[in-house]
């Protein structure tokens, strides 16, 4: 009676958590992450003037929709998180947008880096 009631138990926890789990993950769904141009030198000689970043990206349902607004040819796009998920692959800004795929649970720590072919390096920070 004790191992069927355990079981039970068990049972009721593990439905719980996934349904918790999948309500976080509807929350976080059409969220717009913020990509902003790395400084290549921290120094303080940075423009005073708002720099405008050609790409965008959207947390979806079933991953990170990264779109560019304009043609910057080939780019380096990495997706990796704290956790130990990482994705890289090239994106040819002319096609205007890629899914990338995201794997991880709610609460990972997801960094997307692009490096165009110039060196300059773009980042964006989320949460799941």
Same mark, same amino acid.
């Given at each position: 009676? $004790?191992?069927?009631?355990?079981?039970?138990?068990?049972?009721?926890?593990i439905c719980?958590? !996934?349904?918790?789990?999948?309500? $976080?993950? $509807?929350?976080?769904?059409?969220? +717009?992450?913020?990509?902003?141009?790395?400084?290549?030198?921290?120094?303080? $000689?940075?423009?005073? *003037?708002?720099i405008?970043?050609?790409? !965008?990206?959207?947390?979806?349902?079933?991953?990170?929709?990264? !779109?560019?607004?304009? %043609?910057c040819?080939?780019? %380096?796009?990495?997706? !990796?998180?704290?956790?130990?998920?990482y994705f890289?692959?090239?994106?040819?800004?002319?096609?205007?947008?890629?899914?990338?795929?995201?794997?991880g649970? +709610?609460?990972?720590n #997801? +960094?997307?880096?692009?490096? +165009? *072919?110039?060196?300059?390096?773009?980042?964006? *920070?989320? #949460?799941l």
């Amino acid at each position: 009676m $004790n191992l069927l009631c355990g079981l039970a138990l068990f049972v009721a926890t593990i439905c719980l958590t !996934s349904a918790q789990t999948v309500d $976080n993950v $509807n929350q976080t769904d059409g969220a +717009t992450i913020l990509i902003v141009r790395r400084p290549t030198n921290p120094q303080g $000689n940075s423009p005073r *003037n708002l720099i405008t970043t050609p790409f !965008s990206a959207e947390l979806l349902e079933f991953g990170l929709f990264l !779109s560019a607004d304009a %043609d910057c040819g080939d780019v %380096d796009v990495t997706l !990796s998180s704290l956790e130990g998920d990482y994705f890289n692959t090239i994106f040819d800004t002319a096609d205007g947008a890629i899914l990338l795929p995201v794997n991880g649970n +709610t609460g990972d720590n #997801y +960094t997307i880096t692009i490096v +165009t *072919n110039d060196g300059i390096i773009y980042e964006g *920070n989320f #949460y799941l």
